[in-house]
């Protein structure tokens, strides 16, 4: 392997270890969920909830690439600013959508939930509010530590944030069972502080910068809604896919294994998350370096083949019926379909990669068509395909992969079309 390539690697693994964590990190609170009073009701709700939050967090979970596209041009205070100010609003709105009355509304009617579902549903986005703000400090940090090349400390936090996540998820689930979906959702909010706090000391070591040449801050803002725009739509499938189920044939059965079923799937995906940002840099220091590239077809050939292994040899059933307390028939109903998501992994990298080109050719107007593209591909999937009698969870996995492939090809197209104008970043 070239030295350029493990270079990549050594700075993109200590972000994917984070990444795979934070999905695992869901399952480990599920299981605690399922197994409080509420019991399938809960885990379903909990569903839901991270269904919304993924969306809602969006714009925060952008503020890695932003910091690490725009560093140059604002300083690292007006990025800290813009991460509070992300945070906070996405925080008042979890919180409204468990309390407002119309919002409450229009959850219970986008669920299709009875009051009990309705209830575990409002107490975890309560539970989660707090979350918002500690993934736009933590997103912020990663962003720093990227720019400088110093990653490593990720995987510390991120060991320490799980495992404050876990202790938290099952003590409280076991001392107070009535309230599975709010001790849920404050123990991943709490992991998330915990992980900010630690990369917080860590970023207080690093040396001073001199402060950038003074740039607008409106061109922050339009660049932070162009990257966020794009994450959103990246992140909403769950929620979309999630209101297709309720909508769908033999919906309860999915939505109490759809939820499941699609944090197996980001825990091969997911890590992948930062790749785009990891790439960006290499592209902007070497614009047509091949590195990224080679990096991106490797890694996309070993995720999916160990992804297909885990739903071919067993460890999948054992996932869903053994951590997650579901029931064999709903683990059999699952395991039948879960073959749909089998592209999800390579889908993920090689769109990282893209996504990469088109923000070092300065072109990001294209993540926003590309993500555009996918979120109308994915809600007519998965509008049509609930109308007719396939089971929810075969509408979700289709959708899915329908909504990624035109998000890959507009995003590929993007990329070509910015080296085709003069950019010297490598077409895919």
Do not use: K
């Not at 909830?49 to 714009?59: D, F, G, Q, T």
């Not at 932003?66 to 945070?87: D, E, F, I, M, N």
């Not at 900010?196 to 740039?215: G, H, Q």
């Not at 070092?360 to 109308?376: N, P, R």
């Amino acid at each position: 392997m070239a030295s350029a390539e493990r270079t990549l690697l050594a700075l993109w693994w200590p972000t994917a270890l984070g990444a795979s964590m934070l999905v695992l990190e869901i399952p480990i609170v599920y299981a605690a969920a399922a197994r409080s009073t509420g019991g399938p009701q809960v885990l379903a709700a909990m569903g839901v909830c991270i269904a919304i939050l993924v969306v809602v967090n969006s714009p925060a979970l952008a503020v890695t690439p932003l910091a690490v596209t725009a560093h140059g041009r604002h300083s690292w205070r007006r990025l800290l600013r813009q991460a509070l100010l992300t945070g906070l609003a996405a925080a008042l709105v979890l919180a409204a959508l468990a309390i407002v009355p119309p919002l409450v509304a229009l959850v219970r009617l986008a669920f299709d939930a009875d009051a009990e579902l309705l209830g575990h549903i409002r107490a975890g986005l309560l539970g989660l509010a707090p979350n918002a703000l500690g993934v736009a400090l933590r997103r912020y940090l990663h962003g720093r530590l990227i720019v400088t090349g110093r990653t490593r400390p990720i995987a510390a936090a991120t060991v320490l944030r799980i495992l404050g996540t876990l202790v938290l998820a099952w003590t409280g689930t076991a001392l107070w069972p009535a309230h599975g979906a709010l001790v849920a959702g404050l123990a991943l909010s709490a992991g998330a502080f915990t992980e900010a706090a630690y990369l917080a000391v860590v970023v207080r070591t690093l040396p001073s910068e001199p402060p950038p040449a003074p740039s607008p801050y409106r061109e922050l803002v339009r660049r932070h809604a162009d990257v966020s725009a794009a994450r959103l739509l990246v992140m909403a499938p769950m929620l979309v896919t999630t209101i297709a189920v309720a909508h769908s044939a033999r919906s309860t059965a999915s939505l109490m294994v759809w939820p499941a079923l699609y944090e197996l799937a980001m825990l091969f995906a997911s890590p992948t998350s930062d790749w785009e940002s990891v790439a960006v840099g290499a592209l902007r220091t070497q614009p047509r370096g091949t590195a990224p590239r080679r990096v991106t077809v490797r890694l996309a050939t070993a995720f999916t083949c160990v992804f297909v292994l885990v739903l071919a040899t067993g460890p999948a059933g054992v996932y869903l019926r053994d951590l997650l307390a579901v029931p064999a028939d709903l683990t059999s109903f699952a395991l039948t379909w879960s073959w749909l998501l089998a592209p999800v992994p390579a889908l993920w990298l090689v769109r990282g990669y893209l996504r990469g080109a088109v923000m070092a050719a300065v072109a990001t107007g294209w993540l926003t068509a590309a993500s555009l593209a996918h979120g109308v591909a994915l809600l007519a999937s998965a509008a049509a395909l609930a109308t007719t009698t396939m089971p929810g969870l075969a509408v979700a996995g289709a959708a899915v992969v329908a909504g990624l492939s035109i998000d890959v090809a507009m995003t590929g197209y993007g990329a070509f079309r910015s080296y085709a104008h003069g950019h010297t970043n490598p077409s895919p």
